[in-house]
């Protein structure tokens, strides 16, 4: 589910596309989901924790200063989104973001968890900010948690950016910015 909505758009994806992708009978879906949404549900429960473990994880690693952890978090996922077009010919955009921007007015659960995810999201930033506070990286009076919200905002709209101009390299060379939200 996961990967076909990513790649299609959640309304592009029936019951019948999951069940075939999966290899499974209607009747077996339905015996572990009510409805595509709850299986929307658990897709985006997973690709949450595998972000966070695969993606968040490696990129906020301490073995850099922390505002370069942000850097190397805008880099890692150009290099995801390169590697989506060189193997299916465009940039996929964030999953997260691609369903908060199709579903959020019509399926508010949807778009709670994808706000979930976000706010997940901006965790391994507030913490690097922190971290950059401590170490006069940045000044007193930022707001930590308004400018890891920020950042995350500019993150989501550059994904957008990159989906709709097919260019996973504007996250590498635009991604270099989101620090600069950070020093005010």
């Known amino acids: 589910m996961a990967d076909l909505v990513h790649r299609r758009g959640y309304l592009a994806v029936g ?47 301490a073995d850099l200063p922390p505002l370069q952890r942000i850097d190397r978090l805008f880099a890692m996922v150009a290099g995801m989104e390169t590697s989506n077009k060189n193997r ?3 940039v996929l955009g964030c999953p997260f973001g ?5 579903m959020s007015a019509s399926e508010p659960k949807l778009a709670r968890r994808a706000d979930q995810a976000f ?9 690097a900010l922190r971290e950059a506070k401590k170490r006069g ?7 930590i948690d308004e400018t890891a919200d920020a950042i995350v905002a500019y993150f989501e ?18 991604g270099r910015h989101a620090v600069l939200l950070a020093k005010g």
């Open 137 to 143: 990286e940045i000044e007193r009076d930022v707001n």
């Open 15 to 61: 019951v019948e596309d999951v069940c075939k992708a999966a290899g499974v009978k209607k009747g077996s879906f339905y015996h572990f989901f009510s409805s595509k949404r709850e299986l929307m549900l658990a897709a985006l429960e997973r690709q949450q924790h595998m972000a966070h473990a695969h993606v968040l994880a490696t990129a906020f690693q």
């Open 88 to 90: 299916g010919g465009r």
């Open 119 to 127: 706010c997940g999201f901006a965790s391994f930033i507030a913490d």
């Open 157 to 174: 709209g550059l994904a957008v950016l990159a989906k709709t101009r097919n260019d996973p390299a504007l996250l590498r060379r635009l």
């Open 98 to 102: 691609n369903i908060a921007v199709e």
